[in-house]
């Protein structure tokens, strides 16, 4: 049996995709979360998420997602790229209830001492499409 050798694209194929993808104007790249991000910042993107695993979990087209939650196809795109500058927290949580998507969203407040950040209060907020 022959062994298969991988081969690797030409070095100029892959330079151009890297250029192409490392463009702080190319549309299909999420951004990620800031290290410092507030609870907002977290929760709202934790939301986007959950809609992306949504539209992966049932094998969704983008359109058909976007039709559910009333959005144009770009501004689907954005909740599933994690920009989460485009979008409120309560409209995100109701494109979520909207495909009956549970949402948990939690509060944490903390302070620090000198040694350790500890905990002081949590609070959380349960979300969840109504039943007709």
């Known amino acids: 049996?022959?062994?298969?050798?991988?081969?690797?694209?030409?070095?100029?194929?892959?330079?151009?995709?890297?250029?192409?993808?490392?463009?702080?104007?190319?549309?299909?790249?999420?951004?990620?979360?800031?290290?410092?991000?507030?609870?907002?910042?977290?929760?709202?993107?934790?939301?986007?998420?959950?809609?992306?695993a949504y539209k992966q979990d049932n094998k969704l087209p983008t359109e058909k997602v976007a039709k559910n939650i009333h959005l144009?196809?770009?501004?689907?795109?954005?909740?599933?790229?994690?920009?989460?500058?485009k979008f409120t927290l309560d409209r995100l949580v109701s494109y979520a209830t909207n495909l009956g998507i549970f949402l948990q969203l939690t509060e944490t407040k903390s302070f620090t001492s000198r040694s350790t950040t500890r905990t002081k209060s949590t609070r959380s907020v349960f979300a969840s499409h109504k039943s007709h």
């Open 72 to 85: 144009t196809i770009p501004e689907t795109e954005d909740i599933f790229f994690g920009r989460i500058n």
């Open 1 to 52: 049996m022959k062994k298969r050798i991988k081969k690797s694209p030409p070095r100029k194929v892959v330079e151009s995709i890297r250029k192409e993808m490392t463009n702080p104007n190319f549309p299909y790249k999420n951004i990620g979360l800031n290290p410092d991000a507030t609870p907002l910042e977290k929760n709202k993107y934790g939301i986007c998420q959950k809609i992306l």
